[in-house]
């Protein structure tokens, strides 16, 4: 088992920053690929970024590319999520989730944080 919570959402204006972070605890040594994934309201979730288990490789939605960043402490068994030039657009629950595969579909993960909530206004 992984449990995993995020904090550092928050309402920012648009072209302002958030940084997210994702807390892991449990099986954190299994090697597991951590991603973030958003759901705005009356839309479906919607994949951010993802980080590999040892932080080589990262992937983006084209939404988000060149304005966020993910990273990972495995040090500290914790994923940030830098996001940077927010818009409007950008307001979501975002959760992390963890998962064995390296993949941007939502269903392909095995554990999920509670969500942190992110409003970006106009």
């Known amino acids: 088992q992984v449990q995993l919570v995020e904090s550092g959402g928050g309402l920012v204006q648009a072209g302002g920053s958030l940084r997210l972070s994702c807390a892991a605890s449990g099986r954190t040594s299994s090697g597991y690929n951590v991603g973030w994934i958003r759901q705005a309201p009356g839309k479906e979730r919607e994949f951010v970024a993802l980080?590999?288990?040892?932080?080589?490789?990262?992937h983006y939605a084209d939404s988000v590319k060149g304005r966020f960043f993910i990273s990972r402490d495995n040090a500290k068994n914790t994923v940030f999520l830098q996001m940077n030039s927010l818009k409007p657009e950008d307001t979501a629950i975002y959760y992390c989730?963890?998962?064995?595969?390296?993949?941007?579909?939502?269903?392909?993960?095995?554990?999920w944080g509670q969500g942190t909530p992110v409003t970006v206004s106009s």
């Open positions: 989730a963890a998962g064995r595969g390296f993949s941007d579909s939502t269903t392909d993960y095995d554990y």
């Open positions: 980080v590999s288990w040892i932080g080589d490789s990262t």
